[in-house]
């Protein structure tokens, strides 16, 4: 086991996302204080084999460290050689991931499906301590199956005695998905089993979230995937809490603007103007989405395809909002729409608050 260095330890980091956690996005929340951050996954067998996209999801730069990548695999050898060739980036951590529930990825017998054996669990983590060198290992679980099959702590055991140095627990099951809150009371349990750190997942929507994980279950560091959409002011609103326990508060409007166009700049500099519009829209929903006007902004922002009039379209759509020129929404069930069907926005933006 490789001691996690302290400056990693009682930190807001960002999880990995899949569609969602490129470089644009891992900039701006480092840039606001995440304490480390994650590629999205990348297939085991795509880096073996230097599958372009693949390698693509794996770049960074130097300036992003400390960033971690994520890995899918379900058999040792494919999985210690993917793991030989990511060491070359120099990442500070490679995960395991055995949390992702979704069809595409378990009807290979990846991601969640692997919780269901711990001793393949056990050979995949040895494989990648055996070749992973100085650079730490982690493993992203879910509590289990389902409810009548948590096997959290067998798994956690597993992954400390096979020389995980860290392990991250989205506390839902499998089956759960996202319908039910995460169950953190189970962080303090597996705190209890093992020696190792434990990163705490699932449920954080504010830096105060963030902080009551840490306090309420004892966890060493805490992972925020949805909450940070749009809201990367919750790594510096966490940073400063940690520090002296005030919290700065919500940003302006005009810090959520210059943070958006922030992000347009840096997806134009990563994907070129045309991929740039496309993928910056799901992001401009989610920054303004604590605002009144989102419903109008949807609507506009579908239309729009070009980079100069999304940008004029940003500032015109801020300076509305803070002249107070939309009428009042029901805020809350737009934030229990994002929280309950955030990948379905990313998909089809379009729909949703119709939906
Ligand atoms: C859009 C999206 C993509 C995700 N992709 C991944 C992924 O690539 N790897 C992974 O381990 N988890 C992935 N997750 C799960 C998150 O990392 C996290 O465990 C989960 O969303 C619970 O945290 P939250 O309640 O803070 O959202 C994804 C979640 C979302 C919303």
């Not at 389902?146 to 956690?156: F, G, H, V």
């Not at 992954?159 to 392990?167: I, R, T």
Request: glycine share 6%; hydrophobic share 40%.
């Amino acid at each position: 086991m490789k001691a996690v260095k302290m400056e990693l330890l009682n930190k807001l980091w960002l999880a990995p996302m899949a569609e969602v956690t490129d470089a644009p996005f891992r900039i701006i929340s480092k840039k606001f204080g995440a304490g480390l951050t994650f590629t999205q996954m990348v297939s085991a067998k795509g880096v073996v084999e230097n599958e372009f996209e693949t390698l693509q999801y794996l770049a960074f730069s130097k300036n992003e460290k400390p960033i971690g990548v994520q890995i899918l695999a379900n058999d040792p050898l494919t999985l210690a050689q993917s793991v030989t060739e990511v060491k070359k980036y120099s990442p500070d951590v490679i995960d395991l991931n055995c949390g992702c529930p979704v069809n595409k990825v378990t009807r290979y017998q990846m991601g969640a499906t692997i919780l269901d054996n711990p001793k393949l669990l056990g050979e995949l983590i040895k494989s990648m301590k055996d070749t992973s060198g100085d650079t730490l290992i982690s493993v992203k679980m879910r509590l289990g199956k389902n409810k009548s099959n948590i096997n959290i702590l067998e798994n956690a055991q597993i992954a400390q005695s096979n020389g995980a140095d860290f392990v991250i627990v989205h506390t839902r099951t499998r089956e759960d998905r996202y319908y039910i809150d995460a169950e953190w009371e189970w962080l303090r349990k597996i705190k209890e089993n093992i020696d190792i750190p434990v990163i705490g997942n699932g449920s954080i929507f504010s830096a105060k979230d963030a902080v009551n994980m840490i306090e309420q279950t004892g966890c060493d560091s805490v992972m925020v995937a949805r909450g940070a959409l749009g809201n990367p002011f919750l790594f510096n609103r966490f940073n400063k809490m940690m520090e002296n326990g005030i919290d700065p508060g919500e940003p302006s409007i005009e810090e959520v603007k210059d943070a958006a166009l922030e992000h347009i700049n840096l997806l134009v500099r990563e994907y070129g103007e045309i991929r740039a519009i496309h993928r910056a829209k799901k992001f401009i929903i989610w920054y303004f989405r604590f605002f009144n006007g989102i419903t109008s902004l949807i609507d506009s922002l579908i239309k729009i395809n070009d980079i100069i009039l999304l940008k004029d379209f940003i500032e015109e759509h801020s300076n509305k909002i803070k002249k107070d020129v939309y009428k009042p929404e029901d805020l809350n069930e737009i934030d229990n729409l994002f929280k309950r069907r955030v990948l379905f926005w990313l998909e089809e933006n379009k729909v949703i608050v119709a939906g």
